[in-house]
């Protein structure tokens, strides 16, 4: 059972039936945002469920658990660090979504947006991808057995490419120089062509699976939430969705608190950073998406023009910080020293936190989550390997090498 009641535009706010397969508000062409009648759900059956995105159904929009789409999606780990909480000088832990089915937070989206679609009686599906979504749509749409087509960036990294020929299902490669091409073009394939778009937030349900962050952070962290969370930023959908999962939380009444979310650009293309500093309520087009190491955030400018994750920040009392492709690299380095293998994106929280950490912002008495978004194994030519000694099969050599490596 679901207690969801209807869609709502952010731009006119029309209301809209959600048992429609309405993605764009037919009224203006805004994005459209899931409501829910929370009075009646049950915290006990929720803890007596099997653990996974399905376990918080009822704060989900799916009504009929026969459309439930379940490829292991939701409750990853949540670790904690001690040498980057003695780094960054804070309670660390990071929240590692690269243990999902297809190694990256994606899977929760489109565990929860393609059951949606099943239940709504889609029969072909399109999204844009810069490789991590593209998985996740190819696994969830072929366990269910609906055909699409997906579009993905150019300059993807070869181990996303590898893992979309795995699941065959058709591959465009998209070449873009500015983000409001590609919006515009997917905004057609929806409004005009008709086609089921699952592009996050012209797609409604996608974001909803980033709700169970929230629930999760506060059932793992002993029914309380995290004084912070740093989530990276692509289109915004992870740092907006748990921004509705903590309000979830707190209009049920099982928390009064709500962390401060941080988000992370890169240096590169942070164009949601400079509108967060100029105050600005949308952001503008900056950079050059194809010039920072971290792909799967990249872009000259969000989808929507940033709106969602600039007020999911600001209303939590959150900042949203530029991260350079040197610090990256150092947070990949210092997250495998807590045994945590991490793409680019995702290890843009590790220096995030230090900074946030060293202005004061994040105080040595508070808990900080760090959204690890994917496996480093979706990226590992970000990288660099140096070159690496050898040794023959010899008691000389392996005495010569243990003297010089284990000191």
Same mark, same amino acid.
């Given at each position: 059972?679901?207690?969801?009641?209807?869609?709502?535009?952010?731009?006119?706010?029309?209301?809209?039936?959600?048992?429609?397969?309405?993605?764009?508000?037919?009224?203006?062409?805004?994005?459209?945002?899931?409501?829910?009648?929370?009075? #009646?759900?049950?915290?006990?059956?929720?803890?007596?469920?099997?653990?996974?995105?399905?376990?918080?159904?009822?704060?989900?929009?799916?009504?009929?658990?026969?459309?439930?789409?379940?490829?292991?999606?939701?409750?990853?780990?949540?670790?904690?660090?001690?040498?980057?909480?003695?780094?960054?000088?804070?309670?660390?832990?990071?929240?590692?979504?690269?243990?999902?089915?297809?190694?990256?937070?994606?899977?929760?989206?489109?565990?929860?947006?393609?059951?949606?679609? #099943?239940?709504?009686?889609?029969?072909?599906?399109?999204?844009?991808?810069?490789?991590?979504?593209?998985?996740?749509?190819?696994?969830?749409?072929?366990?269910?057995?609906?055909?699409?087509?997906?579009?993905?960036?150019?300059?993807?990294?070869?181990?996303?490419?590898?893992?979309?020929?795995?699941?065959?299902?058709?591959?465009?490669?998209?070449?873009?120089?500015?983000?409001?091409?590609?919006?515009?073009?997917?905004?057609?394939?929806?409004?005009?062509?008709?086609?089921?778009?699952?592009?996050?937030?012209?797609?409604?349900?996608?974001?909803?699976?980033?709700?169970?962050?929230?629930?999760?952070?506060?059932?793992?962290?002993?029914?309380?939430?995290?004084?912070?969370?740093?989530?990276?930023?692509?289109?915004?959908?992870?740092?907006?969705?748990?921004?509705?999962?903590?309000?979830?939380?707190?209009?049920?009444?099982?928390?009064?608190?709500?962390?401060?979310?941080?988000?992370?650009?890169? #240096?590169?293309?942070?164009?949601?950073?400079? #509108?967060?500093?100029?105050?600005?309520?949308?952001?503008?087009?900056?950079?050059?998406?194809?010039?920072?190491?971290?792909?799967?955030?990249?872009?000259?400018?969000?989808?929507?023009?940033?709106?969602?994750?600039?007020?999911?920040?600001?209303?939590?009392?959150?900042?949203?910080?530029?991260?350079?492709?040197?610090?990256?690299?150092?947070?990949?380095?210092?997250?495998?020293?807590?045994?945590?293998?991490?793409?680019?994106?995702?290890?843009?929280?590790?220096?995030?936190?230090?900074?946030?950490?060293?202005?004061?912002?994040?105080?040595?008495?508070?808990?900080?989550?760090?959204?690890?978004?994917?496996?480093?194994?979706?990226?590992?030519?970000?990288?660099?390997?140096?070159?690496?000694?050898?040794?023959?099969?010899?008691?000389?050599?392996?005495?010569?090498?243990?003297?010089?490596?284990?000191?």
């Amino acid at each position: 059972m679901s207690f969801v009641t209807d869609l709502r535009c952010d731009r006119c706010a029309a209301v809209w039936p959600h048992r429609d397969p309405v993605l764009l508000c037919p009224a203006c062409g805004g994005v459209l945002d899931a409501h829910y009648d929370l009075g #009646a759900i049950s915290l006990d059956r929720i803890l007596s469920s099997p653990p996974g995105v399905w376990r918080w159904h009822e704060l989900l929009p799916v009504e009929d658990a026969r459309h439930f789409v379940d490829i292991g999606a939701g409750d990853s780990p949540l670790i904690h660090c001690p040498q980057l909480s003695s780094w960054i000088g804070a309670q660390v832990l990071v929240k590692y979504e690269g243990q999902q089915p297809t190694g990256s937070l994606k899977d929760r989206s489109f565990a929860v947006a393609m059951a949606k679609a #099943a239940e709504l009686g889609v029969r072909g599906a399109i999204t844009y991808s810069s490789g991590n979504a593209a998985a996740s749509f190819a696994a969830h749409a072929n366990h269910i057995g609906l055909p699409g087509l997906i579009l993905v960036n150019a300059w993807a990294d070869r181990a996303k490419l590898a893992a979309l020929y795995a699941f065959g299902m058709p591959v465009v490669l998209l070449d873009w120089s500015d983000f409001r091409h590609v919006e515009a073009m997917m905004a057609h394939a929806v409004g005009v062509m008709g086609i089921y778009g699952f592009v996050n937030f012209q797609n409604p349900w996608r974001h909803e699976g980033y709700k169970t962050y929230a629930y999760e952070n506060w059932l793992d962290l002993g029914r309380r939430v995290p004084h912070h969370q740093i989530h990276p930023i692509g289109t915004g959908g992870g740092i907006f969705g748990s921004w509705k999962g903590y309000r979830d939380l707190i209009a049920l009444g099982w928390t009064d608190s709500m962390p401060r979310l941080h988000g992370t650009q890169p #240096a590169l293309c942070a164009s949601v950073v400079t #509108a967060f500093r100029n105050g600005a309520a949308e952001a503008s087009p900056e950079g050059d998406p194809t010039a920072t190491i971290a792909e799967a955030v990249a872009s000259n400018l969000p989808l929507d023009a940033g709106r969602r994750p600039l007020r999911a920040i600001r209303e939590t009392g959150g900042q949203a910080v530029a991260i350079t492709d040197d610090e990256m690299r150092d947070g990949i380095r210092r997250l495998g020293r807590e045994g945590i293998f991490a793409e680019p994106a995702g290890a843009s929280t590790v220096w995030a936190a230090k900074h946030l950490a060293e202005s004061g912002a994040i105080r040595p008495d508070e808990t900080v989550v760090l959204l690890v978004t994917a496996t480093g194994l979706k990226q590992p030519e970000a990288v660099p390997l140096a070159e690496l000694p050898r040794m023959n099969a010899t008691t000389g050599d392996l005495e010569r090498i243990v003297k010089q490596w284990m000191k």
